[in-house]
């Protein structure tokens, strides 16, 4: 078995064929060309972290991918990364292991980013200027320059609990920091990037129109937006298996706020795009599927296989 430290895979990792590889898998996921395994979580209260295991196969692939992730938020205290992890390549003819990605948490990091751009494309409102970020972490920057790159929007604002860090990633992107209130009044499109079990975002402070992308609820527990916003929202989701059980659309359904067959899959959505009102709220809930692993995980084996 091949083992590829971090170096190697950041030097051969192309994202615009890995945004194109993650937006493919939503597609072939939605056409029933994917067979995933039962996700597997394990929480850690003190200090505070979870770890995932994500595997599957798509059909006719000539491998398949399992993905082993941590996330430990108080790392940055101890200067180290929150994430980190691996992936295993194997062959799906064999079974034999082909390859280790040594990525740190790096490729989860990565195809989470996509994912948000992927979505955030598919529900902006046409005219959108202004991104808004909720959050000062690993997420916060990748979706900001993401999402910004993708859909050409120049005005970025920051908002975080410490005030200090939200103006680091706002002069480090070129972005502001601004209280949240100010965001969410101005920004057409906002994105949730933290690990909180507590609602940032409430109904009364989110305008018509406004679109979001949420990505911190991956794991039981996890809530960024009130369960109210979400319920009044049209709601896609990555998984709507995945999000009933421990996304934000699991909160509303559980509330009798929204019907689980409401939920429009991504996959479904990028399919059939939808001509949104313009003063509708739209939320993406995203909660990470093991495609969007299986799909950069072959990005990085197929360049490395070919040199």
Partial sequence: MRIVELPE??????????????????RRMQRGGVHLA????????????DCHVKGGHITGDAVFVFKFATSFYRNPEL???SSNGFMIVVSAQTGEQLAMLRDQGYLTDVRTALAGAISARAIVRPGSKVLGIVGTGIQARMQARMIARLLGLTDVLIHGRSMDKAKALAAEIGGRAVALPELCARADLVVTTTPSTVPWLRAEMVRPGTRI????????????????LTGRARVIVDSRVQCVDHGEAGWAVRAGLIASDALIELGALLERPIAFEPDEIV?????GVAVQDIAIAKTVWNRLAAA
């Fill in 283 to 287: 939320v993406a809930d995203l909660t």
């Fill in 9 to 26: 895979i950041e030097a051969v990792l192309d994202e615009d064929a890995a945004l194109a590889a993650v937006e493919d898998g939503f």
């Fill in 38 to 49: 039962e996700v597997s979580h394990l929480a850690f209260g003190d200090p505070p972290g």
């Fill in 213 to 228: 992308v949420a990505v911190g609820a991956d794991t039981p527990g996890k809530q960024e937006l009130e369960t109210e």
């Fill in 79 to 81: 200067g180290l990364s």
